[in-house]
């Protein structure tokens, strides 16, 4: 990753800031992208120890139409891109029905459309770069659907089908192609998130950052993947647990599921 330029978007969250101090350790040269202003701020003055290269982009993934004029700022900051990075997210915690237009909007807008107009957009950028490389961050959600999180399963399934067909597009460019799928990860991105059951969210979100797998090992996924041009890298042991299980007793994870739903472990069910 030696003098590589990466555009990391949703670089202040938990998973964003693990794979940055991981690239910047690296040598990468880092366009970070993100709507938190403070957050990226406090990121840029914790890289600045570490001699990499850094520039921060306050944007709003939502606001499509600015995209081009981030790519150009990155361009003139850095001189180039390489590799690109797709990881910003968004989730909303409860039932569909308690959902409005604008939650199931915002999720699939953020978390898929921004994804593919994001790379559609640097893509121009990134041919004919030596080791170019396009990598997206989705889930375990994208293997399996999760109650109370349709619209981010629906997303995540999207962002996984969109990297299996863009990844043979892109190797006949001379550019690679990657999809991680983190299971539960140890940060707050539950905790922040809007929800229509603040109890049941809270609970998760606990278990989620007392048991979660540390955001680093999906920085470290993301540099195995960036060496070794991997199509798919799932990071957890819940995300093993959960393919290996659909691979081998499909009908059990559904049951699970649905038993769980009944005895309010997501939360409630009524809106």
Same mark, same amino acid.
């Given at each position: 990753?030696?003098? !590589?330029?990466?555009?990391?978007?949703?670089?202040?969250?938990?998973?964003?800031?693990?794979?940055?101090?991981?690239?910047?350790?690296?040598?990468?040269?880092?366009? +970070?992208?993100? !709507?938190?202003?403070?957050?990226?701020?406090?990121? #840029?003055?914790? =890289?600045? $120890?570490?001699?990499?290269?850094?520039?921060?982009?306050?944007f709003d993934l939502r606001e499509l139409a600015e995209l081009d004029q981030l790519a150009h700022a990155v361009v003139a900051a850095h001189g180039g891109v390489d590799v690109l990075i797709n990881n910003a997210g968004v989730t909303v915690h409860g039932p569909l029905v308690s959902q409005s237009a604008e939650d199931v909007a915002r999720v699939i807008g953020v978390d898929l459309h921004a994804v593919i107009e994001t790379t559609r957009v640097f893509l121009p950028r990134l041919r004919g770069r030596p080791g170019a490389h396009v990598v997206h961050i989705a889930?375990?959600?994208?293997?399996?659907?999760? /109650?109370?999180?349709?619209?981010?399963?629906?997303?995540? @399934?999207? +962002?996984? $089908?969109?990297?299996?067909? =863009?990844? /043979?597009?892109?190797? &006949?460019?001379?550019?690679? *192609?990657?999809?991680?799928? /983190?299971?539960?990860?140890?940060?707050?991105?539950?905790?922040?998130?809007?929800?229509?059951?603040?109890?049941?969210?809270?609970?998760?979100?606990?278990?989620?950052?007392?048991?979660?797998?540390?955001?680093? %090992?999906? #920085?470290?996924?993301?540099?195995?993947?960036?060496?070794?041009? %991997?199509?798919?890298? !799932?990071?957890?042991?819940? &995300?093993?647990? =959960?393919?290996?299980?659909?691979?081998? *007793?499909?009908? +059990? +994870? /559904?049951?699970?599921?649905?038993?769980?739903? %009944?005895?309010?472990? @997501?939360?409630?069910?009524?809106?």
């Amino acid at each position: 990753m030696k003098d !590589r330029i990466v555009v990391l978007t949703g670089a202040a969250g938990g998973i964003g800031t693990a794979i940055a101090r991981r690239l910047a350790r690296a040598g990468a040269r880092l366009a +970070l992208v993100d !709507r938190d202003e403070a957050g990226l701020d406090a990121l #840029a003055t914790a =890289l600045s $120890g570490s001699q990499a290269q850094v520039s921060t982009h306050l944007f709003d993934l939502r606001e499509l139409a600015e995209l081009d004029q981030l790519a150009h700022a990155v361009v003139a900051a850095h001189g180039g891109v390489d590799v690109l990075i797709n990881n910003a997210g968004v989730t909303v915690h409860g039932p569909l029905v308690s959902q409005s237009a604008e939650d199931v909007a915002r999720v699939i807008g953020v978390d898929l459309h921004a994804v593919i107009e994001t790379t559609r957009v640097f893509l121009p950028r990134l041919r004919g770069r030596p080791g170019a490389h396009v990598v997206h961050i989705a889930s375990m959600a994208g293997l399996q659907g999760f /109650p109370f999180q349709s619209t981010y399963s629906a997303a995540k @399934f999207g +962002l996984r $089908g969109f990297g299996q067909a =863009l990844r /043979p597009e892109l190797a &006949a460019m001379g550019i690679g *192609c990657s999809t991680i799928l /983190p299971g539960t990860i140890a940060t707050g991105f539950l905790r922040d998130t809007p929800t229509h059951d603040a109890v049941s969210s809270a609970r998760l979100a606990s278990l989620m950052e007392r048991f979660g797998t540390s955001p680093d %090992r999906v #920085a470290a996924a993301v540099t195995h993947a960036l060496r070794w041009n %991997r199509a798919e890298v !799932r990071v957890g042991w819940d &995300a093993h647990l =959960l393919a290996l299980t659909r691979w081998m *007793c499909p009908p +059990l +994870l /559904p049951w699970l599921l649905g038993l769980m739903l %009944r005895r309010g472990f @997501f939360g409630a069910t009524k809106p």
